[in-house]
């Protein structure tokens, strides 16, 4: 292959929020409910029934914006998107098109290309459609409409991505930020995060931009990475073959690995979009902004700061831990109780990420408390416990939040201090390798680490490498 291409790709995210009941009516939210139980006349489309906005969602709209540094259109208004679906009762879905909420944001994120800047086109607010069971019977579908009605955010952002360690440093960067927030768990298999790929290739250098296709149904990071790859491929070979690319909506197969077209791309012009008359225009005004403003919490970019100038954390680990809100909070009530931030950052950047994988984990999940992630750290300190034992009473802290010292008596975990054995032990090493020792003796003192092995295997490990390293030399 001869020319050089480029992807230029821009996504459309959907986050499904984590309001108490549902946008437009008070049923519940609830995920996982029997069929049809959290239903009323506004969120199956009953004749007549009327739309009543949840200013929850308002809230958590303007809070995302400000996140990401949106401006907000302070009078903003709901649109209907008119389309057919079994799944859609009112033949229209009450999303925002003209007004929309936030618009010209911009999140920092850190890809293959460093650190860039992704720019937020808009954010509107919207209602979920709800969701047709395919499989239950045969010969038909069914439809359960608890979902229907479920607030979404969706965030538009400009072309502005060029591969996929981007795409899913932005993806992380969003989720990140409504956890921060709390108003969205943003779980991919869940569907609470839905991601459609906008993508097109053009020639390296190339500044106008090549006929895109969208792909739905990504419901993981894999699956993404997979598709976008898949689907660069297709679009350079067509173009390599003198074809064009259709603009269309394609569906991606994660289990073939390949992608089919859905549907011609519409356009907003197909869906006659107009403003709602059953709702109000909203106006968002300077104390309504400022209420936002007052409940938000301290964001990742602003604790990396802090992190660096309270705590000299290096800039890596400042970054690791701040990814999410709960372990940023669990490192900073650790701090406190134990004064020693580089320690308690060692074990949240290297066990805890280690262990969290491990197990498939997210960090949500931690359920350690400060208070013995403290108490650990102390008995390091103090040299009771060694690093290799550490490790161990904290994967049982990990697993269970046992209490590390309780834990370490109950093993026989604990370092012994008994100079006198540790003198002995490390006597009778010497004298079985009297061929170490000379080398050792002849300048070669790199073999004091294999002496430090024996003694340790003698001692079970429970003696303190740094006081075994000691005595061997004192003795030799
Ligand atoms: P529509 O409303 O028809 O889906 P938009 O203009 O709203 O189209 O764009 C949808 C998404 O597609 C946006 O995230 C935008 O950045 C992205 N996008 C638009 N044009 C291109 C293109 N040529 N290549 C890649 N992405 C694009
Ligand atoms: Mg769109
Ligand atoms: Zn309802």
Redesign the pocket.
């Known amino acids: 292959m001869s020319k050089q291409y480029e992807m ?5 995210v959907h986050v499904e929020l984590a309001t108490k009941t549902k946008i437009f009516c008070g049923c519940p939210t609830e995920f996982g409910k029997e069929p049809n139980t959290h239903v009323c006349p506004v969120c199956t489309g009953m004749p007549g029934a009327l739309p009543v906005l949840n200013r929850s969602v308002v809230d958590y709209a303007l809070a995302l914006g400000a996140a990401t540094h949106c401006l907000v259109n302070k009078l903003c208004r709901f649109d209907r998107k008119n389309y057919f679906y079994p799944d859609n009762p009112q033949n229209y879905q009450i999303s925002q098109l003209y007004l929309p909420i936030c618009h010209d944001g911009w999140v920092e994120i850190d890809g293959a290309a460093g650190r860039r800047r992704i720019r937020i ?1 808009e954010m509107h607010m919207e209602e979920d459609a709800g969701k047709l069971v395919h499989d239950a019977w045969e010969d038909s579908s069914l439809v359960d409409f608890n979902r229907s009605g479920v607030p979404l955010i969706e965030i ?4 502005d991505l060029r591969d996929a360690s981007e795409v899913i440093a932005y993806l992380e960067k969003l989720r990140s930020i409504c956890r921060y927030l709390g108003i969205s768990d943003c779980k991919l298999q869940e569907g609470s995060m839905r991601a459609d790929v ?3 290739v053009r020639e390296l250098g190339s500044k106008t ?2 006929v ?1 296709t ?1 792909m739905k149904n990504l419901n993981s990071f894999k699956a993404i990475t997979r598709a976008i790859a898949a689907e660069r491929e297709r679009q350079i070979e067509l173009l390599e073959e003198g074809k064009i690319v259709l603009q269309e909506t394609r569906r991606w197969d994660d289990n073939k690995e390949y992608s089919y077209a859905m549907r011609s ?1 519409e ?2 012009r197909d869906y006659r979009y107009f403003p709602d008359p059953d709702l109000p225009p909203v106006l968002i005004d300077d104390e309504w902004m400022g209420q936002v403003h007052s409940r938000q919490p301290e964001m990742q970019e602003q604790k990396i700061g802090r992190y660096l100038s309270e705590y000299q954390l290096p800039y890596e680990d400042a970054r690791l831990i701040t990814d999410s809100r709960c372990v940023a909070e669990l490192f900073e009530e650790t701090v406190k109780l134990c004064g020693q931030p580089k320690k308690a950052a060692n074990w949240l950047t290297g066990e805890t990420t280690r262990l969290l994988k491990e197990n498939g984990m997210e960090a949500e999940d931690i359920c350690f408390s400060p208070e013995n992630l403290a108490e650990l750290i102390q008995l390091v300190e103090k040299g009771e416990l060694n690093n290799q034992n550490a490790k161990k009473v904290f994967e049982a802290m990990f697993t269970q939040n046992v209490k590390p010292q309780a834990y370490m008596e109950a093993h026989g975990l604990k370092t012994v201090i008994d100079n006198d054995l540790l003198e002995k032990t490390v006597a009778a090493v010497l004298a079985a390798n009297p061929k170490t020792v000379d080398e050792y003796r002849s300048g070669k003192t790199k073999v004091i680490g294999f002496l430090v092995g024996q003694v340790m295997k003698q001692m079970r490990g429970k003696a303190d490498p740094a006081a075994v390293n000691r005595q061997i030399t004192e003795q030799l």
């Open positions: 230029v790709i821009g996504l459309e086109h538009v952002s400009e072309p906008n993508l097109s931009l090549g895109r969208e791309k356009d907003a």
